[in-house]
């Protein structure tokens, strides 16, 4: 089965404003830090058709009266927490999928009822022990089990089985289904193909021939011939990254140093806290006319040091970016991670005795960052535009989706 908690961040910010709560209301960001899109909305703003990702003033101008909230990332994390915790009670395989839906396997679990059973008492037990509802679609894969808790909103369950998939399924939109996205969508209608049922009836050789590998999958999603198995290990970290849409626009090396500084000494403190390290750093750029590229580099040495991050972070912009247009959104990740505690070989033309002081002085100042606050101890770069580096993904940023590959 899948749950879907319904318009979660929304959900749970009404639950914590009573004044609100029968109020259209949406989630979103600054548009003084140039963050104005909308994040999430409840049911009562969706009836007036405001869409996560549109800006703050198309989403007014559809509805006026529209209440905009500034994110809680770390509210939504304990209530991510506490749903998690009600769906332990009924099976140990449990595979999150973003911060408010996961996958259940309960098969196993047949000594507290069939599925149908299992999903309404965890409808019930989220309803009245958190205050907020959720969609649940059970199924016999994960595919449909997805496409099930989108079905019906809010607060449904829908059973969609061999015996009814074809019903149910098929009618609906090529685009409801898992990885259909917009793109893939247009292409689909381009080929007379509007519905789940027309694709799944499109031979799967025409279908590779249009989209080449994933047109397999496609075939696959359709025809309900899905069978990876709900896996509770999803939930381990592949990747550390934050992004960042800066206050104003970044024109100089300077600027993007000071905001590499600022994102990469979050990712560091993440891997030192969860006892990891990386060695693939990537950046994200994109100019002030939304046009963005991608690029990474393979370091010798796995790294959890701030200045190591930054430093690659630097080279792969300054070898790749010509300052055609000013900056206006920056992010660096890393991934190929490993745990601090393997063994790893050293490099002759390394100083590692340097490098081991580094950490130590970087797990220092984590101290006293978690103890003062992170504008406790800072690079002197960061002092330049204090502005530009004012921001702290560290606390303020969210959880990214985990993906279903």
């Given at each position: 089965?899948?749950s ?11 639950l ?11 989630v979103g960001?600054?548009?003084k ?16 058709h405001?869409?996560?990702?549109e800006a703050?003033?198309?989403a007014r101008?559809?509805c ?13 994390e304990?209530?991510s927490r506490?749903?998690?915790k009600?769906?332990?009670d009924?099976?140990?395989q ?9 996958w259940?396997?309960?098969?196993g ?10 999903a ?5 037990r989220?309803?009245y022990?958190?205050?907020i509802?959720?969609s649940?679609?059970v199924?016999f894969n994960?595919?449909?089990a997805k ?14 089985g061999?015996?009814n998939f ?9 685009g409801?289904?898992?990885?259909v996205?917009?793109?893939?969508q247009?292409k ?6 509007h519905?789940?049922?027309?694709l799944?009836?499109?031979?799967e ?12 999958v496609?075939?696959?999603?359709s ?18 990254g ?5 206050p ?10 000071i905001?590499?500084?600022?994102l990469?000494?979050?990712?560091a ?5 969860q ?7 990537c950046?994200n750029?994109?100019?002030n006319q ?6 990474q580099h393979?370091?010798?040495?796995y ?7 930054v ?8 070898q790749n970016?010509q300052w ?6 920056l992010?660096?990740?890393i991934?190929?991670?490993?745990s ?9 033309y390394?100083?590692?005795r ?14 006293l960052?978690q ?18 580096s004012?921001?702290d ?5 969210g959880?990214h989706?985990v993906?279903?590959?």
């Open positions: 089965m899948h879907d908690c319904n318009s979660f961040y929304a959900s749970v910010e009404c914590h404003r009573p004044k609100i709560r029968d109020k259209p209301v949406a960001g600054d548009v830090q140039r963050h104005g899109i909308i994040l999430a909305k409840n049911q009562i703003a969706k009836k007036y405001v869409q996560t990702g703050l003033w198309q101008q559809k006026p009266e529209l209440i905009i909230v500034p994110p809680n990332f770390h509210l939504y304990r209530f506490l749903c998690r009600i769906y332990l009924y099976t140990n449990v595979e999150p999928f973003g911060l408010d839906e996961c259940l396997d309960v098969t679990s047949g000594i507290l009822g069939n599925g149908m059973t299992i309404q008492e965890i409808s019930t989220i309803k022990e958190l205050g509802t959720v649940i679609g199924s994960k595919i449909f496409l099930g808790s989108d079905y019906k909103k809010p607060d449904a369950i829908t059973r969609i061999r015996d074809r019903d149910i399924a098929w009618p609906l939109p090529a409801d289904l898992l990885y996205g917009r793109a893939t247009r689909l209608e381009g080929y007379g193909i519905t789940i049922g027309e799944a009836g499109t031979p050789r025409v279908l590779r021939s249009w989209f080449g590998k994933w047109g397999e496609l075939y696959c999603f025809n309900g011939l899905d069978i990876s198995p709900v896996d509770p290990s999803a939930q381990s970290v592949k990747s550390i934050n992004s960042q849409t800066t104003r626009d970044l024109t100089t090396d300077q600027d993007i140093k905001i590499l500084y600022v990469a000494d979050s990712i403190r993440r891997l030192r806290e006892g990891l390290k990386g060695r693939t750093v950046i750029v994109r100019d939304l046009c963005s590229f991608t690029r393979t370091l010798g040495n790294t959890n040091i701030s200045s190591e991050i430093q690659a972070g630097m080279n792969l912009f300054r970016y055609r247009r000013p900056v206006r959104s992010g660096i990740s991934t190929d991670l490993v601090d505690a393997i063994p790893i070989q050293t490099d002759l390394c100083n590692e340097s490098r081991e002081r580094q950490e130590r002085l970087d797990a220092a100042t984590d101290w960052k103890r003062f606050g992170t504008t406790a101890i800072r690079p002197a770069v960061l002092l330049k535009d204090q502005k530009l004012g921001f993904p560290y606390c303020d940023h959880i989706p993906g279903y590959f």
